[in-house]
T-cell receptor, first 112, second 114 residues
Framework: DAGITQSPRHKVTETGTPVTLRCHQTENHRYMYWYRQDPGHGLRLIHYSYGVKDTDKGEVSDGYSVSRSKTEDFLLTLESATSSQTSVYFC???????????FGAGTRLSVL | AQSVTQLGSHVSVSEGALVLLRCNYSSSVPPYLFWYVQYPNQGLQLLLKYTTGATLVKGINGFEAEFKKSETSFHLTKPSAHMSDAAEYFCAVSETGTASKLTFGTGTRLQVTL
């Protein structure tokens, strides 16, 4: 998975609790992305980062925040998890040219 | 705005048969086009990409795709399916230019039968 580690790989949590997912890369790529994957929707972009402390919203950003204090780490936070946020979350990284993105193995999150 | 349409959420072929997975895109500017494959409980792996140059692109595992601008299509083919090809396949589009966002189709699950 191209030097990308997502943690945790699986998480079960309760509605209303905060959750943080971590994406760690060893490739020193500038661009990092968070997606969620749901049946019938493919992958949808939540947030992305184009450098340390530089982030922007994707198409499904409501209820999510991100932070990137170091090149190698991109954190996704659900401030107050809801059942609609039950999903598989993927991190991706890109060096930039040609927009090729490389994906992590995913985090399966269940919000009960 | 960009969009991707993958016709057929499920495709079933016999082992040894031709694989054809359809992808049509919408983009206001010349696009970059990608096919990714996802095996169960794994992340997405790049199969092939079109950025510039030759419109017929070859990827890993014997797959290829042809960019047809006039048809706004980027269909994925493989002459002879193998059991190991069973997976979900995603077509994606981005605008040209560094780090433009990818827009994914909803995916096609390929089943290969004996």
């Amino acid at each position: 998975d191209a030097g990308i580690t997502q943690s945790p790989r699986h998480k079960v949590t309760e509605t209303g609790t905060p959750v943080t997912l971590r994406c760690h890369q060893t490739e020193n790529h500038r661009y990092m992305y968070w997606y969620r994957q749901d049946p019938g929707h493919g992958l949808r972009l939540i947030h992305y980062s184009y450098g340390v402390k530089d982030t922007d919203k994707g198409e499904v950003s409501d209820g999510y925040s991100v932070s990137r204090s170091k090149t190698e780490d991109f954190l996704l936070t659900l401030e107050s998890a809801t059942s609609s946020q039950t999903s598989v979350y993927f991190c991706a990284i890109s060096p930039g040219p040609e927009n090729i993105q490389y994906f992590g193995a995913g985090t399966r999150l269940s919000v009960l | 705005a960009q969009s991707v349409t993958q016709l057929g959420s499920h495709v079933s072929v016999s082992e040894g048969a031709l694989v054809l997975l359809r992808c049509n895109y919408s983009s206001s500017v010349p696009p970059y086009l990608f096919w990714y494959v996802q095996y169960p409980n794994q992340g997405l792996q790049l199969l092939l990409k079109y950025t510039t140059g030759a419109t017929l692109v070859k990827g890993i595992n014997g797959f290829e795709a042809e960019f047809k601008k006039s048809e706004t299509s980027f269909h994925l083919t493989k002459p002879s399916a193998h059991m190991s090809d069973a997976a979900e396949y995603f077509c994606a589009v981005s605008e040209t230019g560094t780090a433009s966002k990818l827009t994914f189709g909803t995916g096609t699950r390929l089943q290969v039968t004996l």
